[in-house]
């Protein structure tokens, strides 16, 4: 351990799904899915449930058989390959522990599946559980660890063979909020420690930024969009993605024209500019994104940068929530958006039924 | 108000009498001293348990019904959880199917499952052999087997055994690693319930044991009908120990798997 930032390329494993798919009767649970994991990444598999990640994950530890398509681990293809054959470690989603074996026996058994003798077991079974801060809980069965320590051993239990891959479903489902925050970042450690490929499966949307290198969001079976947290949180590529990572405002609007990859939109009378990678057609209805957080009244102390998309609104929700406000506006053509405004005693709140300019920048607006 | 608890105290305290009244009042029998059936006995003593250990006439049909009823677990046991093994994996309509298939001995009257087996079995010159009383049996404890391990194995998380064969064991390694230690009380359970069916069995027995395999209710069966003799309360009265024993063995087994 404390190895950091050794993410040599070379242990950990290159996985690519070329068209994915997977039917059940008639159901397309996963629909098409390719795509490149590279060697030591952080691969979240993001989406809702039946949006097929478990299934696409399924399929790369090879509890499933894809309907058609292909998935290649380092460059071979795996399809055909028995799961127990396949060196991919795996952590499930209640851990799945068994109850009949102490810790030891747990973490020891992939070693003694690959015929390690009991000595150096011994030594790679310490090791793992001192890798996940576990020491001298060995004699110890599943059932008298807390769920955050059963998850622990779990991990173990899965890297302790050393694999080039580790594949995660859902692994802190099942904990409280505290932990499940205390764990994300142990895993992110772990992963740097260990330097090898990881591809996580939850539903959890901070979960998926706070981790990953790269997100993959899947709705219906298909891959929505592909990118780094960033990535998909400030330049989401459609509605599904912009409304499911984060809160996001969709404004109704009508293409006037183009200034280089800046659209100009009319939205309840305004021009509003928005980055836009394609070429819509002027007069073509359109749907605009924003962030509430990335709103501000446009007399407001926050307000400083520039060039500026404004609107005309009036007030009809206003919560403190400590750290921040949130207002519910309305725009002249009943468009409903949420504005979230740092809360500071110097600044006066907003009362329900004021009518108040909003501004925002160019960049934060995305045509989707 | 005392006696509103009162009242349904007394019914229950009745019922359970009525219902162990026959077990006491063999129990008590057995250790009579009087050369015939009478109840209460006269004097206290262990001659009849004395005559059952001494007399080849109860003896041997004991041994017979102890081999029998062993073969019997052995292959019950195998076949019956293997069984469950196999219609865990069926599709569901499949598995209803195969399930009230394999549990018809019990569901079907057993006066017709015994003619049945004698009329099967005289065909083939198995009547009075003690290898029909093994198969016939085993028919008969299947189920239990079935239907206890059945019971295990959806208890079974079934991502252990993912988990097991991405760990890297091949799927004989998993079920004598994961699966068999998991259901194994379940095992256990359904081989002590194959003992007791098989040794308790009287209606194919009076069928199909003949002269040649003349198992211990099948014996006491014939006593009753040719003479009274209080040997019977005693040989009764081991049974119901070994049967309570067992009982209780199972119990056990079934709270210590579910804890």
């Given at each position: 351990m404390g190895e950091a930032g050794m993410n040599d390329a070379g242990r950990g494993a290159s996985v690519t799904l070329a068209d994915l798919e997977k039917r059940y009767d008639r159901v397309n649970a996963v629909d098409g899915v390719s795509l490149d994991i590279l060697s030591g990444e952080f691969l979240t598999l993001l989406g809702?449930?039946?949006?097929g990640k478990t299934s696409t994950l399924m399929m790369i530890a090879g509890f499933e058989t894809p309907t058609a398509g292909d998935i290649a681990i380092d460059g071979t293809s795996v399809v055909a390959m028995p799961p127990y054959r396949r060196n991919i470690g795996m952590v499930f989603q209640n851990y799945a522990l068994f109850p009949h074996l102490t810790v030891d026996e747990n973490i020891g058994f992939p070693l003694k599946q690959r015929g390690v003798p009991k000595a150096e077991r011994a030594k790679l079974v310490a090791e793992a559980l001192e890798l996940v801060h576990l020491?001298?809980?060995?004699?110890?069965?599943?059932?008298?660890?807390s769920g955050g320590q059963q998850q622990r051993v779990a991990v173990a239990r899965a890297v302790v063979f050393k694999p080039r891959l580790l594949l995660m479903d859902?692994?802190?489902?099942?904990?409280?909020k505290q932990l499940r925050e205390n764990l994300q970042l142990e895993m992110r450690r772990l992963h740097s420690d260990l330097g090898i490929t990881f591809i996580y499966v939850t539903h959890d949307q901070e979960e998926a930024l706070t981790m990953s290198d790269r997100i993959a969001v899947m709705n219906d079976g298909k891959v929505a969009q592909v990118g780094s947290p960033e990535d998909l949180y400030d330049?989401?590529?459609d509605r599904f993605v912009a409304g499911f990572i984060g809160e996001s405002n969709f404004l109704p609007a009508i293409v006037r024209g183009m200034e280089d990859d800046v659209v100009i939109a009319e939205c309840d009378g305004a021009l509003i500019r928005a980055m836009c990678p394609g070429r819509p057609a002027s007069g073509d209805k359109v749907t605009l994104t924003t962030r509430p957080?990335?709103?501000?009244?446009?007399?407001?102390?926050?307000n400083a940068t520039t060039p500026q998309n404004r609107l005309s609104v009036t007030v009809t929700e206003a919560v403190f929530a400590g750290e921040r406000c949130r207002y519910m506006l309305q725009a002249g053509d009943g468009t409903s958006m949420v504005l979230k405004e740092p809360s500071s005693a110097a600044i006066r709140r907003r009362a329900i039924g004021e009518r108040a300019e909003i501004s925002w920048s160019v960049a934060d607006t995305i045509l989707v | 108000m005392i006696l509103a608890r009162l009242v349904p105290a007394g019914v229950v305290g009745l019922i359970l009498f009525f219902l162990a009244f026959p077990i006491v009042v063999v129990t008590v029998v057995s250790f009579s001293e009087a050369t015939y059936l009478t109840f209460p006995p006269p004097a206290f003593g262990f001659r009849w348990y004395e005559t059952y250990f001494s007399n080849p006439d109860w003896l041997n049909p004991t041994w017979v019904s102890l081999w029998v009823a062993a073969a019997v677990v052995v292959l019950a046991t195998f076949l019956g959880t293997l069984a469950a093994l196999g219609i865990a994996r069926l599709p569901k309509a499949m598995r209803i199917f195969a399930t009230g298939l394999i549990l018809s001995p019990l569901i079907v009257p057993g006066i017709v499952v015994a003619i049945g087996i004698y009329y099967a079995y005289s065909h083939y010159g198995l009547v009075g052999t003690p290898i029909a009383m093994v198969l016939a049996h085993t028919c008969l404890a299947v189920p239990f087997v079935v239907t206890s391990v059945t019971a295990s194995l959806s208890g079974i998380d079934p991502r252990l055994e993912q988990a097991s064969l991405s760990l890297g064991a091949t799927p004989g390694a998993t079920f004598w690693q994961v699966t068999l230690p998991l259901i194994r009380p379940g095992v256990l359970v359904g081989a002590l319930f194959a003992f007791i069916t098989s040794f308790d069995e009287l209606i194919v027995a009076l069928f199909?044991?003949?002269?040649g395999a003349v198992t211990l209710p099948r014996r006491m069966w014939d006593d009753l009908r040719f003479q009274i003799d209080p040997t019977i309360a005693a040989v009764s009265t081991l049974t119901i120990v070994l049967t309570v024993t067992l009982m209780g063995a199972a119990h056990l087994l079934r709270k210590r798997s579910q804890a």
């Open positions: 809702p449930s039946g949006s020491p001298g809980y060995g004699e110890r069965y599943p059932r008298q660890l859902e692994p802190l489902g099942a904990l409280d330049r989401p590529s957080e990335r709103l501000r009244f446009a007399d407001s102390a926050w | 199909i044991s003949g002269t």
